[in-house]
């Protein structure tokens, strides 16, 4: 099992720019999220979807988007790239609905930089 | 909403002492309280968690305790080794249902 995978890995973008970063698991879980990482203030949900055709705003929405594809794939756009957007972007997914606490499983992680 | 608050954000430990990280909560409905490592460059991984109808849970080297109360929870890792040294994340499930997490707490053990 790969768990879940997100691409690319590392992104450089022009301020104004647009990208999609792209999250698949493969573990039938309902529920799956968006988190940014900067330094000093841990993890910060962003968008996420507590099951297939429904997704909610988190924390930091603002300057993204995201679309539940499907069950497996949960994409994140940034339609006008900030410098503050600058950061590590982690998907995750957990097998409970938004209403139960189960565990999160991370993908790998996407080093975004936006100049 | 919830508000995480995790002290200290450095702590240096000698190989074999024991460490301790806090983390306050704010939203008095939150019942789940997991601790999450993260290693260098690497993705965070669930290390334990806790509900709030138990004070503590303990796995080999690894407990947290939960005192609902004072809306603080703890996690202790006794034994340590140089493999410990991480960034470890506290979170808790606020009435929103989602998980708002700490601010990260680097361990550091010296050999």
């Known amino acids: 099992n790969a768990g879940v995978t997100q691409t690319p890995k590392f992104q450089v973008l022009k301020t104004g720019q647009s990208m999609t970063l792209q999250c698949a698991q493969d573990?039938?879980?309902?529920?799956m999220y968006w988190y940014r990482q900067d330094p000093g203030m841990g993890l910060r949900l962003i968008y996420y979807?507590?099951?297939?055709?429904?997704?909610d705003k988190g924390e930091v929405p603002n300057g993204y988007n995201v679309s539940r594809l499907n069950k497996r794939e949960f994409s994140l756009r940034l339609e006008s790239a900030a410098p503050s957007q600058t950061s590590v972007y982690f998907c995750?997914?957990?097998?409970?609905?938004?209403?139960?606490?189960?565990?999160?499983?991370f993908g790998s992680g996407t080093q975004l930089s936006v100049l | 909403g919830e508000n995480v608050e995790q002290h200290p954000s450095t702590l240096s430990v000698q190989e074999g002492d024991s460490a301790v990280i806090k983390c306050t909560y704010s939203?008095?409905?939150?019942?789940?309280f997991p601790w999450y490592k993260q290693e260098l460059g690497k993705r965070p991984q669930l290390i334990i968690d806790?509900?709030?109808?138990?004070g503590e849970k303990k796995d080999q080297r690894i407990a947290v305790t939960l005192n609902k109360t004072a809306k603080h929870f703890s996690l202790h890792i006794t034994e340590t080794q140089p493999e410990d040294s991480a960034v470890y994340f506290c979170?808790?499930?606020?009435?929103?249902?989602?998980?708002?997490f700490g601010s990260g707490t680097q361990l550091t053990v010296l050999p």
């Open positions: 995750a997914s957990s097998g409970g609905t938004a209403a139960t606490n189960e565990k999160l499983f």
């Open positions: 573990m039938n879980h309902n529920s």
């Open positions: 979807s507590a099951s297939e055709g429904t997704t």
């Open positions: 939203d008095s409905a939150s019942n789940y």
């Open positions: 806790i509900r709030s109808n138990v």
């Open positions: 979170a808790a499930t606020g009435s929103a249902r989602q998980l708002t």
